[in-house]
């Protein structure tokens, strides 16, 4: 490998989130982004192909070092690691109201879910996959909530243009499809780095 | 999404059946359950039918979810009075008033969908571990000290010098001299008919005289050697000879008769000399 790889190698390595493409050129300051982009896909190949157990994978908007699935119930069965814990249902409900709504308020998701959700929503902001992104102009200036890099980091998505289209969804009981926001839109309202 | 079914249990064929609710993530999701066992069309959902199973499914319910229950019953029975309305066929204008109903159980559907779709993404994601998570080390315990007696002494020295001294109440006992106070009361009563509290204190007295004299004036007055009067209340009292048992019982007399009536012995040996 490349010196280049082997240092972004070290990197991944020794961090314990995903890192930026930006942040992995600063590691080498005469480097553009292009040759940290070949490095990295060096880097992936010699995983690949040279039959590790580890992989890079591109996650919320960094990449990361992290283990084969092939491997996860034996690391999991030896309680070397723990899996991040399920969500309830009424926690991916409202995940799931405020990944394709955001920023959305409490009322907003409340109306969808049938339910109140204060509990849910203080849960969800606690476990860092939600966070406050603004206040509504409406009535009593209500929080708006928003997703964090973090949930991408456990959905495992590079961004929120990841997310499926609510079209492609095949809705069981079928009739018109309510609008949702634009995926494209709600990524970029969101900050790119926690 | 975790568990999108609820358990088996035949709704509203039979009477007794059990639904458990946690099993629900809300109103909505039950009347999802509901239409799904009935085989209901969305586009048309009997009303009145399943406002009852509804109704009948939150009889189970836990009270702590209940409000959020309890709307949704309430916007059900709400659709089955307006369905009960008469309408004519054709009729322009009327909007079909389960519209909404229908509007938010697909959006929720909806939302369900998502949900499992999110749901599917973190378990497919948690197959794959970061590296092991490290806590920060702990802080270090400072080295061990190398220092020679003379050091630990003056520190020893130090730490002593900077306790500060206790601060010690010495409780003092003043014996009170009712002795004395009574003779001297004895030689005034003596000399004088009566005389004042003030008189009897004498110049300057301390507490110890002030509460020796208020004793052996109490004592004297029991023994009816005195009487007290007062003209009124906080008054400077007056200290009058008694030399023959009392007949009039002034009300501002702080002395009472009785030791003179029981003791009519010792009243009169007092009173002879």
């Known amino acids: 490998m490349m010196p280049l790889a082997q240092l972004i190698e070290a990197a991944l390595f020794a961090a314990n989130r995903p890192i930026t493409l930006e942040e992995l050129q600063t590691l080498e300051p005469d480097s553009a982004l292009a040759d940290v982009r070949t490095a990295l896909d060096e880097l992936r190949e010699h995983y690949d192909f040279d039959g590790h157990a580890v992989e890079v994978v591109e996650l919320a908007g960094g990449y990361q070092i992290l283990t084969r699935r092939a491997f996860a119930e034996a690391i999991e069965r030896a309680q070397i690691a723990v899996r991040t814990p399920r969500l309830t249902a009424a926690g991916m409900e409202t995940l799931a109201v405020i ?4 920023p959305v308020g409490r009322a907003e998701i409340e109306e969808i879910r049938g339910v109140s959700a204060g509990g849910v ?11 406050v992104v603004g206040r509504s102009e409406g009535m009593g200036r209500p929080l708006l909530y928003g997703t964090t890099p973090l949930l991408l980091e456990l959905l495992g998505l ?16 079928h009739s018109h499809k309510p609008e949702t926001a634009d995926s494209g839109d709600a990524a970029a309202s969101v900050p790119a780095e926690s | 999404m975790t568990s999108p079914l609820a358990p088996t249990s035949a709704l509203g064929a039979e009477p007794a059946f059990v639904v458990r ?20 069309d969305i586009a048309d959902i009997p009303i009145a039918r399943i406002a009852d199973q509804f109704l009948a499914a939150i009889h189970e319910l836990g009270l702590n979810q209940a409000a959020d229950y309890l709307e949704m ?3 059900l029975l709400r659709l089955k009075a307006q369905m009960l309305l008469p309408r004519r066929d054709g009729e322009e204008g009327w909007e079909d008033p389960r519209h909404e109903l229908v509007r938010r159980l697909l959006e929720y559907q909806l939302v369900r969908e998502v949900a499992g779709w999110l749901e599917r993404a973190t378990e497919r994601r948690a197959d794959q571990f970061p590296r092991g998570y490290l806590p920060p080390l702990p802080e270090l315990p400072p080295p061990p000290m190398t220092l020679d007696l003379l050091q630990l002494l003056n520190a020893v020295e130090k730490v002593i010098a900077e306790i500060p001294s206790p601060v010690l109440h010495r409780v003092v006992p003043r014996p009170l001299d009712t002795e004395g106070a009574t003779l001297r009361l004895e030689a005034m009563l003596a ?9 009897a204190l004498g110049p300057r007295p301390s507490i110890v005289d002030v509460l020796s004299t208020l004793l052996a ?7 009816g050697l005195l009487r007290l009067v007062q003209s009124e209340a906080f008054a400077s009292f007056i200290i009058r000879r008694e030399t023959v ?9 702080l002395s009472t008769t009785d030791p003179v009536v029981l003791e009519p012995a010792d009243d009169a040996a007092r009173t002879a000399d």
């Open chain 2, 73 to 75: 019953a309430g916007r």
């Open chain 1, 99 to 102: 990944a394709y709504r955001q």
């Open chain 2, 245 to 253: 048992p009392p007949v009039d019982s002034a009300p501002a007399a």
């Open chain 2, 191 to 199: 000399e004088r008919e009566e005389f004042t509290w003030l008189e």
């Open chain 1, 158 to 173: 590079r961004d929120l243009g990841e997310l499926p289209r609510t079209e492609e969804f095949t809705v069981a009981l």
């Open chain 2, 217 to 223: 004036l109490l004592e004297l007055a029991k023994r």
């Open chain 1, 121 to 131: 929503l203080r849960s969800l902001q606690e476990r860092g996959m939600i966070e």
């Open chain 2, 21 to 40: 609710l946690d099993a629900f993530s809300g109103p909505l999701d039950l009347l999802l359950h509901l239409l799904r066992e009935e085989q209901i």
